[in-house]
């Protein structure tokens, strides 16, 4: 089993910033891919950013340019930068990954934009 605990979540104004943190623990043997998803209230869980082992990213399409995924592969964590916010990103985040063949995840830190 592999355990994901995310932190850094909270209240931010629109065009503020905030680091999301994820860290996997528990019997892992290799973790391939580490990524982030978000769901909205009333909406479906949605591709934020993706990661592979060797560093290749990839972005949905509503954060590119303004998110950043990063990965430290010795400790097994995942972080997602995030620059100037939207009210439309408020949304809980989920951490995942790729590990022994099975998907994991986390159980969510909220993000809230406001004013």
């Known amino acids: 089993q592999v355990q994901l605990v995310e932190s850094g979540g909270g209240l931010v104004q629109p065009g503020g910033s905030l680091r999301l943190s994820c860290a996997a623990s528990g019997t892992i043997f290799s973790i391939n891919g580490m990524g982030w998803h978000r769901q909205a209230p009333g909406k479906e869980r949605e591709l934020v950013a993706t990661v592979t082992g060797g560093g290749s990213t990839k972005y949905g399409d509503s954060v590119k340019g303004r998110f950043t995924i990063s990965r430290d592969n010795a400790k097994n964590s995942v972080s997602l930068q995030m620059i100037l916010l939207k009210p439309e990103d408020t949304a809980v985040y989920y951490c995942?990954?790729?590990?022994?063949?099975?998907?994991?995840w986390g159980q969510g830190t909220q993000v809230t934009v406001s004013s």
């Open positions: 995942n990954c790729l590990a022994q063949g099975r998907i994991y």
